[in-house]
């Protein structure tokens, strides 16, 4: 909170920015249900999947998986990428979160597993799981990565995490869970021997 506020102070806010056409419609036309969709990371995704990447614009600033899905959802919806951004997102969401409570399920129970999905859903960031956004993606390939890590299916594993980074930058931070995981498996591996080797070592005593 401190470094909010103070960055605060320290810069100008941008208010023209905020309440341009940029951030509510598209500029110079009036607006209609569907452009109240096209706003912020919308409006270059969409101008993404339908030209494309061109130099010096400020679509170049978003990442390709996205607006690649929408361009081949746009088959289904008659060429209408909101449409199908729309569609997209929230089909992608409902099969993130079931992938998500599945996975809870299996490690911790049903009970963690409904509590697990309700505070996520309670949480207000949540409410862009239904937006035209990456967020419905990036939590379909995250899920399918903890899911290639339980199921150790490593074909799913590579796919979905050279997708990750493809959807949203942050995506290049699944190393350190891979990571921990591969340590996690090196002590089980290293504590084997020490456990056979107790099991032996009773039994001669026993004998």
């Known amino acids: 909170m401190l470094i909010v506020v103070l ?8 208010g023209e920015q905020l309440f341009s ?9 009036s607006p209609t249900l569907s452009s109240h969709f096209m706003t ?5 995704c969409v101008r993404l999947s339908r030209d494309g990447y061109e ?6 600033a978003f990442y390709p998986l996205w607006p690649a899905a929408i361009r081949v959802a746009t088959v289904i919806t008659g060429n209408r990428p909101v449409l199908a951004a729309l569609l997209l997102a929230n089909a992608l ?11 809870v399920e299996r490690r911790c129970g049903a009970a963690v597993s409904r509590d697990s999905l309700i505070l996520l859903l309670a949480f207000p960031g949540a409410l862009f799981f239904s937006f035209p956004y990456t967020e419905s993606l990036y939590l379909v390939l995250l899920m399918l990565v903890f899911w290639s890590l339980e199921l150790r299916r490593w074909w799913w594993l590579a796919v979905a995490g050279f ?6 930058p942050v995506g290049v931070f699944i190393v350190l869970p891979l990571a921990w995981w591969l ?25």
């Open 40 to 44: 912020w990371d919308t409006r270059y």
């Open 183 to 207: 340590y996690e498996q090196g002590r089980r591996v290293e504590s084997v021997p020490d456990t056979a080797q107790s099991s032996s070592t009773g039994g001669e005593e026993r004998t």
């Open 55 to 60: 130099a010096g614009s400020p679509s170049c």
């Open 93 to 103: 969401s409902l099969l993130g979160l079931w992938l998500l409570y599945r996975l």
């Open 7 to 14: 960055g605060s102070l320290a810069w100008a806010f941008n």
């Open 21 to 29: 056409g940029k951030s509510r419609w598209l500029i110079g036309k």
């Open 163 to 168: 997708l990750l980074p493809l959807a949203r």
